[in-house]
């Protein structure tokens, strides 16, 4: 069974930094892409950033490009996000989510529960 565990969300001023970690258990990190998404009020559930353990690739979406990093540990079977110079339009629960093949999708199989990330101005 698999299982997906996000903590280190909160309460940050505008210009802080974050870090998120999803703790992953029941599957092999090499076998899987992974992925941050975030949702925000009103707003659609949007992809952030996301790896592939081969190849050591990654993905960011243009609005978190040069600010956020996701990585991993594999002994830690734990991915994480760091977030710097956090805006208040970063503010959204965030999600880890997991799939077999590319990291770009909406469709991926495996998801957390989620951790708010809230940016006050």
């Known amino acids: 069974q698999v299982q997906l565990v996000e903590s280190g969300g909160g309460l940050v001023q505008a210009g802080g930094s974050l870090r998120l970690s999803c703790a992953a258990s029941?599957?092999?990190?090499?076998?899987?892409?992974m992925g941050w998404f975030r949702q925000a009020p009103g707003k659609e559930r949007e992809l952030v950033a996301g790896?592939?353990?081969?190849?050591?690739?990654?993905y960011y979406d243009g609005s978190v490009k040069g600010r956020f990093t996701i990585s991993g540990d594999n002994a830690k079977n734990t991915v994480y996000l760091q977030m710097n110079s956090l805006k208040p339009e970063d503010t959204a629960v965030y999600y880890c989510?997991?799939?077999?093949?590319?990291?770009?999708?909406?469709?991926?199989?495996?998801w957390g529960q989620g951790t708010q990330v809230t940016v006050s101005s």
């Open positions: 029941g599957l092999t990190f090499s076998s899987y892409v």
């Open positions: 790896m592939r353990w081969t190849r050591a690739s990654t």
């Open positions: 989510a997991a799939r077999r093949g590319v990291v770009i999708s909406a469709e991926y199989d495996y």
